[in-house]
């Protein structure tokens, strides 16, 4: 991650009569905030045209941290989580206002110390199609407020009612959790009010989709809070907020404190957030399920009245450029072309 595009990876040799550059190799990492950039870039590209222009709100739903360890150690389980967060905005919607939303869900598993601590984050629709009636419902009343009931009643209920199931299938034999209890531990949490749901206020698409992206592709830790790291030891900055000393003091905001690490130790927990191969990291249900958009995607857009946009096709790096940073990479200082010329290979320190 630290020679993303440095001479350590190879490059790209391209020419003009004024000039020769070289275009670096990236490392593709999932944790790169270079990389992750360009995939999100691309991700709303691709989601842009499937979401007409109408208000969307950001769901976060979280669990008690004496369950994260069970999902910890039982990587299968946590794909279902985004379809369990999402069948429960699903419920609330069908039951109450007879309507389909667009709900694209991600599963996130670290937080600024980089543990684990899974939640699932959902981008929205406000409004839904009335199927039967093939009617767009305008605006549903999501809650505001905290505690933001009954949505979290609902999630509280659902994944309790998941993981009562799954130990009684036995699923969990030969663990911890197989325990009379740990049966104990998700019945005492399922009985408790202080489960951490939280709605945003309503967004634009451009904007909820801009505010999403940094949920959807964003490595465990960027680049910029890495303050310093040698063989042995890695440090980052976290934000917290100023103790009542502090703020006495003069301070205010957020305050960066450093964090120290052992290389072994950061590296333990940044492999906790790795994907397992050939799982989507984003999830989508509602209207856009593969099945349930090819059958009423142009009922939805023709109810609201607005055009379905064409797919947009690929992006080259040289367009991505040109869109992000207003920079042609194969125009030299004089405007003239560049043509590529060889391939120079990785480097080695």
Same mark, same amino acid.
């Given at each position: 991650?630290?020679?993303c595009g440095?001479?350590?990876?190879?490059?790209e040799?391209?020419?003009?009569y004024?000039?020769?550059?070289h275009i670096?190799? =990236?490392c593709?990492s999932?944790?790169c905030t270079?990389?992750?950039?360009?995939?999100?870039?691309?991700?709303?590209?691709r989601t842009w045209?499937?979401l007409?222009?109408?208000?969307?709100?950001h769901?976060?739903v979280?669990?008690?941290?004496?369950f994260?360890e069970l @999902?910890?150690?039982?990587?299968?389980?946590?794909?279902d989580?985004?379809a369990?967060?999402?069948?429960?905005?699903?419920?609330?919607a069908?039951?109450n206002?007879?309507?389909s939303?667009?709900?694209?869900?991600v599963l996130q598993?670290?937080?600024?110390?980089?543990?684990?601590n899974?939640?699932?984050?959902m981008?929205?629709?406000?409004?839904?199609?009335?199927e039967?009636?093939?009617k767009w419902? +305008?605006s549903l009343? @999501?809650?505001?407020?905290e505690?933001?009931?009954? %949505?979290?009643?609902l999630? $509280?209920?659902?994944?309790?009612?998941?993981?009562?199931t799954?130990?009684?299938?036995?699923?969990?034999?030969? =663990?911890p @959790?197989?325990?009379a209890?740990?049966?104990?531990? /998700?019945r005492?949490?399922?009985?408790?009010?202080d489960?951490?749901?939280?709605?945003?206020k309503?967004?634009?698409r451009k904007?909820?989709?801009?505010y999403?992206?940094?949920?959807?592709?964003?490595? *465990? /830790?960027?680049?910029a809070r890495i303050?310093?790291y040698?063989?042995?030891?890695v440090?980052?900055?976290?934000?917290r907020?100023p103790?009542?000393?502090e703020?006495?003091?003069?301070?205010?905001g957020?305050?960066? +404190?450093p964090?120290?690490?052992?290389? !072994?130790?950061?590296?333990?927990?940044?492999?906790?957030h790795?994907?397992t191969?050939?799982r989507?990291?984003m999830?989508?249900?509602g209207l856009?399920t593969p099945r349930? !958009? !090819?059958a009423l995607? +142009?009922i939805?857009?023709?109810?609201?009245?607005? *055009?379905i946009?064409?797919s947009?096709g690929r992006?080259s790096?040289r +367009?991505?450029c %040109?869109?992000?940073f207003?920079?042609?990479?194969?125009?030299d200082?004089?405007?003239?072309?560049?043509?590529?010329? $060889?391939?120079l290979?990785?480097q080695?320190e």
């Open positions: 991650m630290s020679k440095t001479k350590y990876l190879g490059a040799v391209y020419q003009s004024n000039e020769v550059k670096y190799h =990236t593709k999932r944790f270079r990389c992750g950039k360009k995939a999100t870039t691309e991700w709303l590209r045209r499937d007409p222009e109408i208000p969307y709100v769901v976060t979280t669990m008690p941290k004496q994260r @999902f910890r150690t039982h990587k299968e389980m946590e794909r989580l985004p369990l967060a999402s069948r429960v905005i699903e419920k609330w069908k039951k206002f007879g309507a939303l667009f709900i694209v869900a598993t670290y937080g600024k110390w980089i543990t684990y899974p939640h699932v984050h981008l929205v629709s406000l409004g839904g199609l009335d039967t009636r093939r419902i +305008e009343p @999501f809650p505001a407020e505690p933001f009931e009954p %949505i979290r009643t999630w $509280r209920d659902a994944l309790t009612r998941y993981l009562l799954v130990h009684k299938n036995g699923a969990l034999a030969g =663990t @959790f197989a325990s209890q740990f049966e104990s531990i /998700i005492v949490q399922g009985m408790r009010t489960w951490q749901v939280n709605i945003g309503p967004r634009d904007k909820i989709l801009e999403a992206g940094r949920y959807m592709r964003h490595p *465990p /830790i960027s680049n303050m310093s040698t063989e042995d030891e440090v980052f900055w976290v934000k907020k103790t009542k000393a703020r006495a003091s003069g301070k205010k957020p305050i960066k +404190e964090v120290h690490l052992s290389l !072994k130790e950061f590296i333990d927990r940044l492999v906790l790795v994907q191969r050939y989507h990291g999830r989508f249900f856009l349930r !958009k !090819k995607k +142009e939805v857009f023709q109810a609201l009245g607005q *055009p946009l064409p947009p992006q790096f +367009e991505m %040109i869109k992000e207003g920079v042609d990479p194969f125009l200082p004089q405007g003239m072309q560049m043509e590529w010329k $060889r391939r290979p990785a080695r």
